[in-house]
Structures are given as structure tokens and as C-alpha cells.
């Protein structure tokens, strides 16, 4: 069965500051992960994913299969960034969630 | 705008009572549509795949007599929280998947529903 882990519930960082929202996952096959996000009292939309290698506002993620992880980056956190992070696999059709994280980007 | 609309966004009821929360994709249609439950301050937790035209298909641990769902047309989905009690409270989530595309999910706002 999959599972997808992201240790930590909230991560607090200053402005400017870098920052890394981790992800861990298992799943026996081939999988497809993704970054989805929600802003305060929006819905969840998606961030990024991996088969794309892309970089949205500024956070990448590279698919460590060695170290089944799907770790969430940004060189330099700024404030709007602040929201609550998901980590997903996807599975055939369907897709599995983390338990979010909470990020908080001070000033 | 919006790809997907559920409606009530918020419900409140009585114990021993059917609500019925129902997910509108509004940009194309759907044959496939997801049921998510969220605690407070825990993972969104898939419940169900919704089919157009035939019976959806529930997760583990899922009841689907409790948990009713519909897919009736191409745009719309159901779910029916039937003879509610109050640990049903909880947010629900729909969301749909454009196909071609590799795996984005457009999600409903969600409904949350307190059972009293």
C-alpha cells in the first residue's frame, strides 16, 4: 500500500530565510508525487509536480527514489508563501495525501 | 474561475439525519470524481472514486452504506452522509481530474458538516 509522510506539522522560518518541507512516501511501484497547496480560506490548488521538473514560485522538488523523498524547496522563503503544504502520491487514478505541512514565513 | 463548485459549503443537522453534499464540475466533465474527508489539523483522507454511470468504488475502512455516492451526469456527484451522528462531523472535499492532463486535481471548497 502507499503512504506518504511529512514529518512536520508546521515550519516556522524568517523571511528571506530558505526553506525545506519534507516528504517521504512508499510505494512499490513507479510513483508520481505532487506539491498541492491552500492559502488561508482558499482551496487547494496544485503547486508543482514532479515529472515536470519545474519551478513554481520559486519552490522545486526532486524526486529521491534512493531515499524515497519528495522534498519541497525554496533558496529564499518570502511571506506570501505562508500556507499549508500537501504532499500527494498518486496511485493509478487515484491520489494519497500527506498530512500537510504548515508553513509560517515571518517577517 | 472556478473548475469545481460544492455546495452547501456549510451544514448543520441533527443525529439520525441524511445530508446530501453535492460537487459540480463547472469547466468539463468528469467521469471521474474524488471524495476526501479532513479532520481538523490531520491529511485529507480519500473515501471514495466516483464514476459516472456506475457504482463508485470505496477505500478501506470506508462504509458505503453510510457513505452514499451518485454520479449521475457528467458534471455531477453526490455524496449522501446517511443517518448522520456526530462523528461524522468532519470536511468534506470533492475534487475532479482534467483528463489528458498528468495528474492535476481541481478541488470543491468543501463542505463542512456538523452533526449535533
Known amino acids: 500500500a502507499q503512504r506518504v509522510t511529512q514529518p512536520e506539522k508546521l515550519l516556522s522560518v524568517f523571511k528571506g530565510a530558505p526553506v525545506e518541507l519534507k516528504c517521504n512516501y512508499s510505494?512499490?511501484?513507479?510513483?508520481?508525487l505532487f506539491w498541492y497547496v491552500q492559502y488561508s480560506r482558499q482551496r487547494l490548488q496544485l503547486l508543482l509536480r514532479?515529472?515536470s521538473r519545474e519551478s513554481i514560485k520559486g519552490f522545486t522538488a526532486d524526486l529521491n527514489k534512493g531515499e524515497t523523498s519528495f522534498h519541497l524547496k525554496k533558496p529564499f522563503a518570502q511571506e506570501e508563501d505562508s500556507a499549508m503544504y500537501y504532499c500527494a502520491l498518486k496511485n493509478f487514478n487515484k491520489f494519497y495525501f500527506g498530512s500537510g505541512t504548515k508553513l509560517n514565513v515571518k517577517p | 474561475g472556478a473548475v469545481v463548485s460544492q455546495h452547501p459549503s456549510w451544514v448543520i443537522c441533527k443525529s439520525g439525519t441524511s445530508v446530501k453534499i453535492e460537487c459540480r464540475s463547472l469547466?468539463?466533465?468528469?467521469?471521474?470524481m474524488f471524495w476526501y474527508r479532513q479532520f481538523p489539523k490531520q491529511s485529507l483522507m480519500l473515501m471514495a472514486t466516483s464514476n459516472e454511470g456506475s457504482k463508485a468504488t470505496y477505500e478501506q475502512g470506508v462504509e458505503k452504506d453510510k457513505f452514499l455516492i451518485n454520479h449521475a451526469s457528467l458534471t455531477l456527484s453526490t455524496l449522501t452522509v446517511t443517518s448522520a451522528h456526530p462523528e461524522d462531523s468532519s470536511f468534506y472535499i470533492c475534487?475532479?481530474?482534467?483528463?489528458?492532463?498528468?495528474?492535476?486535481?481541481?478541488f470543491g471548497e468543501g463542505s463542512r458538516l456538523t452533526v449535533l
Open positions: 469547466d468539463f466533465q468528469a467521469t471521474t
Open positions: 514532479h515529472i
Open positions: 510505494y512499490s511501484g513507479s510513483p508520481e
Open positions: 475534487s475532479i481530474r482534467r483528463e489528458g492532463r498528468t495528474g492535476e486535481l481541481f
